[in-house]
């Protein structure tokens, strides 16, 4: 069996350290040292939701498990420590990965492709989870994609020149947004509020959106929750299981080629929650329409208000068994950690 230690680059992190100890650290990490304005206090509330979404990755990373891996207790690291993952003592036969998300590696700037060839060179396999565009729009793709043994990347085509520049050997993915719940984190709610819970952000507030709100205020009245302003804490997730339903925009990009067949996480940590998942088909969606044909997501029509009621009374109805078949596959193949560790397996 493969022994296989993780190490998650986060840029909210500092020296190399082991993930349980940073996860211990984070509630009280001083972010006026990590922002632009320290004084900000948006900017901070921002910095701090952030932070710790990315520190529920590691998490989630820390957790992984696969039948063909053993995997040895996880690493984190930001910018200060990631040569030293290249020097790190190894156990017997470990096999060591660096895991980079988003636009992260563009942290490392102009040397972004060297650090990411040294450790190539010093037999660190690196996995890049890139949940958008990073192909077409992260100025160092083409210098780290040489070094890549993993990518996952979203359901529109790779840019040509980063797509000739992967190693014949690299395993590709397309996966865009999954929800960063680590298997079972959520429990299962088996009598929630018979209750829908908007799921949305200050961004996605368009004309079109505050339409449907007030529309649904009006149709299920206090049977409708909104949240608009994108401020749940990270670790507050986990208590809208109290809610029977979700309903997730997709994201304000949901309009561009990239988003086409792309979504925000809102639908996936809301099925890992046990809730309905309710989403838009503003546009066609491979993944989003795959789940709502088996039966594990409830689609309406873009623009049409009869079609939202329809989509959100049918999820209302739906029983405990119906729910519970969308908790156990949203944990079991719609968490980072599952995607990763299956992408693992097969380099």
Known sequence: MRRVRVCYFDQWASGLEDVPGYLARVPGLDLRQLVARKDDVELLRKARLDCDWYAANARCFATMKHPDIEFLPAWITGKTGVLDLAKAPREPAEERWFITMAHQPQQLGDIAGKVFGLLAKTGVRHCFYAFDEASRFMPCFNEI??????????????????????????????????????????AFNETPEEKIYFLGSQ??????????????????????????DHTTPVDARRELNRYKVGLCPEGRKFATPAMSASHTDRPFWSGCLGMVPVSENSQGGGRLEDLHAAGLIVRYEHGDLESLTEACERALTLDTAARRRIYEHFNSHETVGSVVAKSLAAA
């Open 145 to 186: 994609a040489p070094h890549l043994d993993v990518l996952i990347h979203d359901e529109a085509p790779l840019a040509e020149a980063g797509r000739a520049r992967l190693k014949a050997g690299c395993v590709s993915r397309h996966r865009s947004w999954v929800a960063n719940f680590a298997p079972g984190e959520a």
């Open 203 to 228: 961004l996605g507030l368009t004309p079109h959106r505050q339409r449907q709100l007030n529309f649904l205020r009006k149709k299920f009245k206090d049977r409708f929750v909104a949240s608009h």
